[in-house]
């Protein structure tokens, strides 16, 4: 079983920035996948950056505003700069290993206009 916690979250006005973290209780080295999703209400659950492969991916609503990383083997990192009022979202961590999906609980990011 993997555990992922995120935190980092919270209210901020359009323009300002976030930066989530996401912490697990397993080595990332175990995992083929990492990344964030997000679901605003009323939306499906969407994709927001990923990495696999040593290579990241971003959606197209945050390329170059959003990036991803991770500073050691058992956290991971969503910077967010230049936040829009629709970036306004619950943010999921997520982890792939052995074909199985893990799921943090979520962190809401809210964005003021």
């Known amino acids: 079983q993997v555990q992922l916690v995120e935190s980092g979250g919270g209210s901020v006005q359009a323009g300002g920035s976030l930066r989530l973290s996401c912490a697990a209780s397993?080595?990332?080295?175990?995992?083929?996948?990492m990344g964030w999703y997000r679901q605003a209400p009323g939306k499906q659950r969407e994709l927001v950056a990923v990495?696999?492969?040593?290579?990241t991916g971003y959606a197209d609503s945050v390329k170059g505003r959003f990036a991803v990383s991770s500073d050691n083997a058992k956290t991971l990192y969503l910077q967010m700069n230049s936040l829009k009022p629709e970036d306004t979202a619950v943010y999921y961590c997520?982890?792939?290993?052995?074909?199985?999906?893990?799921w943090g609980q979520g962190t809401q990011v809210t964005v003021a206009s």
């Open positions: 997520t982890a792939k290993s052995m074909g199985s999906d893990y």
């Open positions: 990495i696999t492969g040593g290579s």
């Open positions: 397993r080595n990332f080295f175990s995992f083929s996948a």
